[in-house]
């Protein structure tokens, strides 16, 4: 006990030299947070980069910076928390009723592409159904100044199978040139659907950003639920991002191993549940990818699991030598994971021990990164280059 702390102490000063005073160090080694007061966190020491924590929040889920540098911070139980750089933190009103549990609950929040003149959010969801639950997807309009509340909430889409299980998905990008919308969906722990073309569960969605199917999806003359997929069989994709090139990447949770990065193209099969590159839970095998070359295999896998989750591709300023690099977080794996993407090729480059499970990854419009932590005392942590670029 004595040994780890002392290791710990260690740990903070190599990384975050002259970081913290002894109260927010104190806090630090208990875990605790303190609302608004930014304390030091530990990152392994070989990153180049010192971490502070900001905030406290429970089981959040996804964080996403407004223009203005403040950020919007959704938390699965249901509240929607509007953070800002002087340390408070605002409940956002009228966000619609979820069914919180099993990794459902409030899920995403993105900002249309038109957002500095409409003030329209986009959000997703487990929602509570008569027979069980459904991804959901809503926008609404978020104010500008007075009171923090929603208005104009509209459900623009359902994923539908309503039913048991987790492993909704619930990640939104839009396209590069705005009028459309991408939507991971999770297979809902229920493997066959995510091959079955008449269920939008374990697929990538596209979408209008009124919800509609895009009109170039692949299968979009078939209609039904068959108009909105872009492609499919996909597990639990908890990372959607567009790189500068135009390319679509996607994270997605194997079973036991078999984590993936994939390069999303149009109307491709990505093969769950008929192969992934990990086991089932109980052990048993299950096809590797290359077994199988009708569907597209994965850029990258990890074995054992590192359970992605969170994806940005960097662009800012602070860390150059990280332009153009997926960024992406790791619950099991305890990590910030950085791929470094290359056209369509990708390496694995670094993998930092975070000492917590990162639950999202985000650029705030100056170009800095910051990660959400998981769970019941989750912080926002801002990551600062030790050497100035
Ligand atoms: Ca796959």
Not at 105 to 115: K, R, S, T, V, W
Not at 138 to 146: E, I, R, S
Not at 164 to 171: K, L, R
Not at 228 to 242: E, K, M, Q, S, V
Request: glycine fraction near 12%; include cysteine.
């Amino acid at each position: 006990m004595r040994l780890s702390l002392i290791a710990g102490c260690a740990l903070l000063a190599a990384c975050s030299p002259g970081g913290g005073n002894t109260k927010q160090q104190a806090d630090m080694t208990t875990g605790a947070a303190v609302q608004g007061k930014p304390f030091s966190f530990p990152a392994s020491a070989t990153a180049p980069f010192t971490v502070t924590r900001y905030g406290s929040f429970d089981n959040p889920f996804s964080l996403t910076f407004l223009p203005d540098g403040s950020a919007l911070v959704t938390e699965k139980p249901g509240a929607l928390k509007w953070w800002h750089p002087d340390g408070s933190v605002a409940d956002v009103a009228g966000v619609p009723k979820v069914a919180y549990g099993g990794q459902g609950g409030l899920l995403d929040i993105a900002l249309a592409p038109d957002f500095a003149t409409s003030r329209t959010v986009y959000l997703t969801y487990a929602e509570p159904r008569p027979n069980g639950r459904s991804l959901a997807l809503a926008k609404a309009t978020l104010p500008q100044g007075g009171k923090p509340v929603l208005s104009d909430l509209n459900v623009i889409w359902r994923a539908g199978s309503d039913g048991d299980g987790g492993q909704f998905g619930g990640v939104i990008a839009f396209a590069p040139d705005g009028r459309t919308l991408f939507l991971s969906t999770g297979e809902r722990m229920r493997k066959t659907p995510a091959q079955d073309p008449d269920q939008a569960i374990g697929k990538i969605i596209h979408l209008t950003l009124d919800g509609k199917p895009a009109p170039d999806n692949p299968m979009v003359a078939q209609g039904g639920m068959r108009a909105d997929i872009w492609t499919l069989g996909h597990r639990n994709p908890y990372g959607l991002a567009f790189d500068k090139a135009g390319n679509l990447w996607e994270i997605e949770m194997g079973p036991k191993g078999g984590d993936e990065l994939n390069l999303i193209l149009k109307g491709k099969n990505y093969g769950w549940p008929v192969v992934s590159n990990g086991d089932n839970y109980d052990g048993s095998p299950i096809p590797d990818h290359d077994t199988h070359p009708q569907f597209e295999a994965p850029k990258l896998w990890w074995n054992p699991s590192i359970s992605p989750a969170g994806l940005v591709i960097y662009s800012g300023r602070d860390f150059p030598q990280w332009d153009g690099s997926a960024l992406m977080g790791a619950l099991s794996g305890q990590a910030l994971v950085r791929v470094a993407l290359n056209g369509t090729q990708a390496a694995k480059a670094d993998r930092w021990d975070m000492g917590a499970r990162i639950r999202d990854v985000a650029q705030a419009p100056d170009g800095s990164i910051w990660l959400l932590q998981d769970g019941d005392d989750a912080g926002m942590l801002k990551l600062t280059p030790k050497q100035k670029p």
